[in-house]
Nanobody, 114 residues
Framework: QVQFVESGGGLVQPGGSLRLSCAAS????????MDWYRQAPGKERELVAF????????NYTTSVKGRFAISRDNAKNTVYLQMNSLKPEDAAVYYC???????WGQGTQVTVSS
């Protein structure tokens, strides 16, 4: 059974940092591109970043470029999202997923507020 378990969210002040983790299971992790998405209240879920299966290629949505960094550890079946210089507009539930799969985890809530 494919599973994605996100963690690391929380409340942070503007300008602060968080590191999200996503533990994946039920498939051969090292073969898949991994995506991080987010969904804010009243908005559609959007792709924030992705990383290639070998970890060499990454890409980010414009609004987070230079502030977020995606990485992965194929030995641990885990993908990370380092988020720096957080802004109130980054507040959302964050999800990870392997490219091509349809199931979602429970997500992790990120709140950015003073």
């Amino acid at each position: 059974q494919v599973q994605f378990v996100e963690s690391g969210g929380g409340l942070v002040q503007p300008g602060g940092s968080l590191r999200l983790s996503c533990a994946a299971s039920g498939f051969t992790f090292r073969y898949y591109v991994m995506d991080w998405y987010r969904q804010a209240p009243g908005k559609e879920r959007e792709l924030v970043a992705f990383i290639s299966s070998d970890g060499i290629t990454t890409n980010y949505t414009t609004s987070v470029k230079g502030r977020f960094a995606i990485s992965r550890d194929n030995a641990k079946n885990t993908v990370y999202l380092q988020m720096n210089s957080l802004k109130p507009e980054d507040a959302a539930v964050y999800y990870c997923r392997a490219r091509g799969f349809t199931s979602w985890g429970q997500g992790t809530q990120v709140t950015v507020s003073s």
